[in-house]
């Protein structure tokens, strides 16, 4: 069984219909939640936890001063204290 937890319900859907697609959707269960307040409340016992964290996405903005400029010091301290509580959380 793959367990996807995830705040966003658009990013759920797209994994549904993917796995709809390559027939793999009776494995696959999706819970659309902030995985800092589910662990919270359910006990979840996994062999392996593949955590894909939100980056800046700086690489994939485009190139100049103006993508620099839109982040400050204190939106990258957030982003890494987002990063830090979701790795926490995935790793109990």
Known sequence: MVYAIDINEGRLRILKEMA????VDGVITTI????????????MKCDKVLLDA??????VL???????????LEDMEEL???????LDFASR
């Open 20 to 23: 709809k697609l390559h027939q």
């Open 32 to 43: 659309h939640a902030d995985m800092r307040s589910y662990t919270d409340n359910n006990t």
């Open 54 to 59: 939100p980056c800046s996405g700086l690489r």
């Open 62 to 72: 485009p190139k100049g001063r103006l993508a620099l400029e839109q982040w400050r």
């Open 80 to 86: 890494k204290n987002l990063q830090d509580e979701l």
